[in-house]
């Protein structure tokens, strides 16, 4: 192992969960499971990267119900018999790599595309009907579809640990069902779920305590959040710290043990006039372990693939510098595990010249 990389070898814990390392397998949406089941190419895609060491695998997207968290052919769900069987079998053979995974559950609330969902006439659930601010598309959720939606996720994440999952990431970012109650740009509401940000987070925060009241104490619990918006990249949903700490604290006293912190690039500081990035603030404002994202080892950021731009192997300094410092605790990792199920034994025994560049081809492939 390389002197500079060796933080990220590091062992720590999430929650009651070790984990050897501190490398992270971001949530990639791969759209190879027709009809919401995930198959045995699945099994085998997430097996390889377990093989290959990688710390903590989080899966791609998964709905918690088939109507309208689907808008995405071929996403997994988790909701049929067949679908958890199937990710029973992912889970048993990550384990039999001795590898850890959590499911991320998404919901995709006001950017599912109707036209490509299985239930193309029901309309799309958000906060308030806003895909874009101001110009309201659907109805706000009613209380009914509220409560139901709920219940939805808190019976999905309990399905995935019936299913032999480690832990459960709630996908509370860019913009989809939980983000769309978050952002007050999108969450025009004057009742208890919208306002301040007590009401802001209280949909999150019931689906968070609801969940930890049937799981127990031992089954950690991540969300996802990012401060930008697939409506606007450069948004800010908390403009300040103080403001931040308002967002988190009542996600943290729903009993969510982690914060996974979204950013299209690591190293960018998240307020003007400090270093710290989100996952850093998180850290500092909650004490709880945070995960950071957002194009390691690449070049370029990963909106930029869907343009077509292939990005080159790029240094790992930014990233040590930051870990070394104890910013944050964890590294999710995304295009370059993608690419290539062996990135981190690579990194760990220094092979440079084995590294790979990134482009949107190998969305085509699961490998
Ligand atoms: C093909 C692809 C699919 C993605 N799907 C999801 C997803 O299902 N859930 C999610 O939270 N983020 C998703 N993302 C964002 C990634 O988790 C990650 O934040 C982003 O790619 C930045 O990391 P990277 O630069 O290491 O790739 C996706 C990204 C890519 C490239």
């Not at 009651?16 to 971001?26: C, D, F, G, T, Y």
């Not at 045995?40 to 968290?69: K, S, W």
Request: overall charge negative; some cysteine; glycine content about 8%.
């Amino acid at each position: 192992m390389g002197s500079t990389t060796s933080v990220l070898f590091e062992p720590a814990t999430i929650g009651s969960l070790e984990l050897p390392n501190r490398i992270v397998m971001a949530p990639m949406t791969r759209s190879f499971s027709p009809g919401g089941v995930p198959g045995d190419n699945v099994v085998d895609y997430y097996r390889r990267r377990a093989e290959n060491d990688v710390g903590l695998i989080l899966t791609e997207g998964v709905h918690p119900n088939t109507t309208t968290a689907d808008g995405t052919p071929n996403v997994p769900d988790i909701v049929t018999a067949e679908a958890k069987a199937g990710w029973k079998k992912v889970a048993d053979a990550v384990h039999g790599a001795r590898g850890k995974i959590g499911i991320q559950l998404w919901h995709e609330g006001p950017y599912r595309n109707p036209a490509k969902s299985s239930s193309p006439d029901i309309p799309s659930w958000s906060a308030s009907g806003f895909k874009v601010p101001g110009k309201p598309l659907w109805e706000p959720m009613s209380q009914a579809q509220i409560e139901q939606a709920i219940t939805e996720f808190v019976d999905a994440a309990v399905a995935a640990k019936e299913a032999g999952f480690d832990c459960v990431e709630f996908h509370g970012a860019h913009s989809y069902l939980l983000d769309s109650f978050f952002w007050a740009k999108t969450n025009q509401r004057t009742d208890e779920w919208g306002g301040d940000w007590t009401g802001r987070t209280k949909f999150a925060c019931e689906i968070i305590h609801r969940t930890r009241a049937i799981v127990g104490g031992n089954f950690p619990l991540i969300i996802r959040l990012s401060q930008w918006k697939q409506q606007d990249f450069a948004a800010k949903a908390a403009q300040s710290p103080e403001e931040l700490s308002q967002w988190l604290s009542p996600l943290v006293d729903a009993g969510v043990d982690a914060f996974h912190c979204s950013q299209r690039r690591f190293w960018e500081p998240e307020f003007e006039g400090y270093d710290l990035n989100f996952a850093g603030w998180a850290k500092k404002l909650t004490g709880l372990p945070s995960i950071s994202v957002g194009s390691v080892g690449l070049s370029g950021e990963f909106t930029a693939t869907y343009a077509g731009e292939v990005s080159q192997p790029a240094s790992l300094e930014k990233l040590t510098d930051r870990m070394g410092a104890n910013e944050f605790d964890f590294i999710a990792v995304g295009r370059a595990l993608l690419q290539d199920p062996e990135w981190v034994l690579k990194i760990r025994e220094e092979r440079r010249d084995d590294l790979m560049e990134f482009s949107k081809d190998a969305l085509a492939t699961l490998y």
